[in-house]
């Protein structure tokens, strides 16, 4: 199963709401099997041809259909009402890749070797789905 994000770029015009949905958002997402990674903090922009990013948030969940599960929870709606008051924001789940970093079996993987065994040497396989 691919793990999923959801990115959040943020504009707070009520900090004071926005605190109080912090506060009540945590143990929700906790509850979908979600993981905070990114929540504010320094930004470096490399670039921004299509967007200026202002406060971004980062949420690692187990899958796609767990993170949309959060998004349309019964016990996140009141909270997301707070956020919405306070807050503008863009918000997209991103479906994440496979532990192995290929999205597909066509890549060369290296083989295995037993204990007692000397190790194959390392093989570049030039595979598209190569991380970046």
Known sequence: MKPAYI?????????EAYE????KVVPIVQSYGGEYL???G???????ELWTPTRMVLIKFPS???AQSFLDSEEYAPVKAVRLGASK???VIVEGTSRSGHEHDLCPR???HRANQQR???RRSGCAAQPI
Do not use: C, L, N, S
Not at 42 to 48: G, T
């Open 38 to 40: 990114i929540r504010g």
């Open 20 to 23: 109080a949905y912090k506060a």
């Open 42 to 48: 320094e930004m470096i922009i490399d670039q921004e």
């Open 7 to 15: 990115v959040v770029d943020t504009a707070i015009h009520d900090h």
């Open 120 to 122: 194959p040497e390392p």
């Open 110 to 112: 290296p083989r295995g």
């Open 64 to 66: 796609v259909e767990r």
């Open 89 to 91: 924001a863009t918000a």
